[in-house]
C-alpha cells in the first residue's frame, strides 16, 4: 500500500489533481486530503470549510490545521509553514506529498529566481525528493480545461490578482508568454534537475574527509569550488547554505589567520588551521 498525502488548497490547480487521484486506476493507493490555513486572508475559513466537503465527497480522510499568521505574512513564510504542516502530515502517515505544481509554476519560480541573481541550481526548481508534483507537464489551461470538462467547483483565492506578491505580478506580466519559451524553460529545468542530481552525487563522493585542503579550495575553479564547499557542509552539518553563504565562506578560507573560526550561519562556522578547514555546528 503506496500512502499519499494530497495536498489541496481549494484552488482549481488542487480540486483537479485531487479528482485525478480520486479517480485514478492505480491500484494499492491510500489517500489522505491536507488542507494548511494560514489565517492571512478573511475567508481562509470557508476554504478549509471546502476542502473538508470535498473530503467527505470522495470519503477520504482529512487532516487541516489553522495558524493565524495574518496579513501582513510573507510568501515565504506562509510557504514554509505550510510545507512543514505537510511534512508532519506525511510522517504520520507514513505518506509521500503531493502537490498540484504545474508547467506555469515552474516558468514563475525559474523567472523569480532570475530576478534574484540565481545560479545555476535556481533553473532545478520544484524537485523536491520527498515531493511528488505530477501536473508539471500541464499547462494551467489544460487544467482549468479538465475542471470544466469534469464540472469540479473550486474556491478562487482573492489575492492571487493581488500584485504587491511577486509572484502574482510576474504570473500577470508572464501571459503573453510565447509557446516555444514556456516550452524551453520547462525543458532547461528538466536538464538542470538531471545535472544537479548528478553533481550532487559526485560532489558527495569527493567531500567525504571531515578536514579540507585549504590549498585545494583556493587554486579550485571557484565553481567547483562553491560547489564542492556547498557538499562538505551539508554532509558535516546538515545545513544548506545559500549561495552568498557559500561565496562569504569561500573568501574566509582564503584569507582567514589560522585558529580563526568563521560564522556561516548561526551555530554553523569554519574552524582553521594553516593548511586546512572544518566545518563544525
Known sequence: MVNYVVAVSGGVDSVVLLDMFAKGSIPHVKLV??????????????DAMFVHDLAKKYELP???KREDLGKGTSEELARNRRYTFLRDVAKKHDAKIVTAHH?????????????????????????????????????????????RMNSLEWREDATN????????????????????????????????????????????????DSSYSRYFFICS???VAEELLRAAIIYQVGYRPTRPQVRRALH???????QKIYEIASGVYLKFTVTHFSVEK
Open 221 to 223: 575553479p571557484i565553481v
Open 252 to 258: 574566509a578560507i582564503k584569507t582567514f589567520y589560522p
Open 103 to 147: 508547467a506555469d509554476d515552474v516558468v514563475e519560480t525559474i523567472t523569480i529566481n532570475l530576478m534574484r541573481g540565481t545560479g545555476w541550481r535556481g533553473l532545478a526548481v520544484l524537485d523536491s525528493t520527498d515531493i511528488e508534483r505530477p501536473l508539471l507537464n500541464k499547462r494551467k489551461s489544460e487544467i482549468i480545461e479538465y475542471a
Open 161 to 208: 490578482s493581488d500584485t504587491k506578491y511577486l509572484r502574482n505580478d510576474i504570473r500577470k506580466k508572464l501571459t503573453d508568454l510565447d509557446i516555444q519559451t514556456h516550452q524551453l524553460l520547462c525543458l532547461y529545468r528538466d536538464r538542470q534537475v538531471a545535472l544537479r542530481k548528478e553533481i550532487d552525487t559526485e560532489a558527495r563522493r569527493l567531500i567525504e
Open 33 to 46: 486530503i491536507a488542507h494548511f490555513d494560514h489565517g492571512i486572508r478573511d475567508e481562509s475559513a470557508d
Open 62 to 64: 482529512f487532516e487541516t
